[in-house]
């Protein structure tokens, strides 16, 4: 059975106290999860050893990071490897986000580096994909999504592949307010379920979450996690609300 996720990805926010404050804030929201429902914190790192103690009383709630390297050490001054997130208690690394992709020129090469050190270092991959307006507006988006998902976790295992979490997020959508209808939404999901069901077979299909992403909020979560292929949601402005993080939780059922 496939888990339902809400991830809350806190981009470059909060200061340390200011951290803690939201973490403390879900933690005394109570959230409603299980084993199939579970919420991923992704801080960024300076939050994380924080965060990792904060959580270690809360079951079901896990740490994430946002980005890793992908080399596994040495002289590459300013960043983080796998295995230093994986000290610091992380369960989850964000790979392949868009604004990684167009800010510092992430290409799949380089995601498919990053995927294979965080599986390599004992975690799991929630793995970003999603098209610009353009690609949507002429209607090209499947052709897009899948080319991202094929050159960045297809050289995988079946075996490492159970480690793959896919968030769909269109790019048109992130930060601007403006979501995807449920429709578009399960259309592009069922899709990606489909491409990964031609390369793994429709049982590991059936068991990967995939989550949307894209100006998620209290008001339009219940619809989009309503949908059969919408297994839970990359939250960011709103992961930063704990009024409307805990909704969103809510709305996974
Ligand atoms: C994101 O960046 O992963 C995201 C979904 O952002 P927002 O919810 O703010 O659109």
Redesign the pocket.
Known sequence: MRKKIVAG?W?MNLDITEGAQLVNDIFNGSPQLDENKIVVIAPPYIHLTQTASQLAGMDFIYLGAQNCHQEASGAYTGEVSAAMLKSAEVAYVIIG???RREYYKEDSAMLAKKVNQALVNGMQVIF?CGEPLEIRDANTQNAFVEKQIKEGIFHLSAEQFKNIVI?Y?PIW????GRTASAAQAQDMHAHIRSVVAAQYGAQTADDTSILY????KPSNAGELFGNADVDG???????LKVADFLSIIAAMG
């Open positions: 990805n981009k986000h868009s604004e970003c968030a997020e959508a992130i930060g601007t992403g894209g100006s998620c949601g990359l939250i960011g402005g709103a992961a």
